[in-house]
Nanobody, 119 residues
Framework: QVQLVESGGGLVQAGGSLRLSCAASGRTFSDRIMGWFRQAPGKEREFVASVSWSGGSIYYADSVKGRFTISRDNAKNTVDLQMNSLKPEDTAVYYC????????????WGQGTQVTVSS
């Protein structure tokens, strides 16, 4: 069983920064992609960013490119999301998730952490 626990959410003014962290436990993650998703009120959950085990493959949603940075520490089994230049439209619940490299669907999810950006 995999457990993912997010932390670091909160309230910030537009233009500010937050750093989210996700701690993973329960199995090895050497063959797994780690990702961040978000869901705003009344909207579907959307992809934000992902990173491979080696860190060599990183992807971002167009809406966050140049502002967000994903990173992982395999020794600690953590994945972070540094969010800069935050906008009110970044307000959402942010979820950490993981999937096996060979599969498309993410099979384990965290409980989510709220990020609120005020204008």
């Amino acid at each position: 069983q995999v457990q993912l626990v997010e932390s670091g959410g909160g309230l910030v003014q537009a233009g500010g920064s937050l750093r989210l962290s996700c701690a993973a436990s329960g199995r090895t993650f050497s063959d797994r992609i780690m990702g961040w998703f978000r869901q705003a009120p009344g909207k579907e959950r959307e992809f934000v960013a992902s990173v491979s085990w080696s860190g060599g493959s990183i992807y971002y949603a167009d809406s966050v490119k140049g502002r967000f940075t994903i990173s992982r520490d395999n020794a600690k089994n953590t994945v972070d999301l540094q969010m800069n230049s935050l906008k009110p439209e970044d307000t959402a619940v942010y979820y950490c998730a993981t999937r096996r490299l060979v599969f498309r669907n993410y099979d384990y999810w965290g409980q989510g952490t709220q990020v609120t950006v005020s204008s």
